[in-house]
């Protein structure tokens, strides 16, 4: 009696057509009952399982197309370029400027998080710290934490963007008419303050609304971070236009 002989073509043609599928529907689909079967065929084309639902959902690596955080999403069900549950957690607030909440990861995953922050916690992956009541999650290196730390604070005490009786159009001309008083250091070091509240492209966004060199903004908001800052001066020694040197009377 021939040993029967399963193709992974069979499977690659399923999971193109539902996009995901549990355990069962795929040794239907393979005309087999043996586990093993179908997750040797699984690993033939290079699959993946979902961080959702107990990780019950198989989907190909070529069929995901992930968004800004590595996740994707079909049918409520979760997949993450980054792995499992544990894995996700983990990239994401490690690579967060500003840490992570769980409510904030709760919500980006759609999943209940606090028993995997706390594993990622024991094991010393992650690291946490009390802000106004709340655990944030950040790096396990205390210099990245410490960023990551400052960045918050800094999040939390600027005000909202705009109340109901503010438009968006007075709030950036009241930004722009309150950078006009600073002097050079206090404008750089303002506009790396606001850049921390908008996040990757709050560099670029602050240089362009108030007409300054992205790379200004980028220095301000790493003075920040680094707490490197000269009180008594605006710019470093040396900078600057030279004094013109008095004339003696003839």
Known sequence: MRTPSFLSDRLREFLRSQRIATLPELKQALGTS??????????????????SHRGRFYTLDEIPRFDAHGLWFFRQVGFSRWGNLVTTLETLVGDAPQGRLASELQQLLHVEVKDALL?????????????????????PDPAVRRRQLLARQALSEIPGSASAEVSAEELKASLVLFSSLLDERQRRLY??????????EGDRRLAQLLQLDPGTVARGRKQLLAQDVEWERVRKPGAGCRPLEKKRPK
Do not use: C, M
Not at 35 to 47: A, G, M, N, P
Not at 119 to 139: C, E, K, N
Not at 191 to 200: D, F, I, N
């Open 191 to 200: 506009a790396g303050l606001e850049s921390l509240k908008l996040g990757r």
């Open 34 to 51: 043996v586990d093993i079967t179908v997750f040797r065929k699984l690993k033939e084309l290079s699959y993946r399982s979902s961080y």
């Open 119 to 139: 594993q990622l916690v024991q094991q010393g992956r992650i690291a946490r710290q009390q802000v106004t009541g709340l655990f944030l999650y950040g790096s």
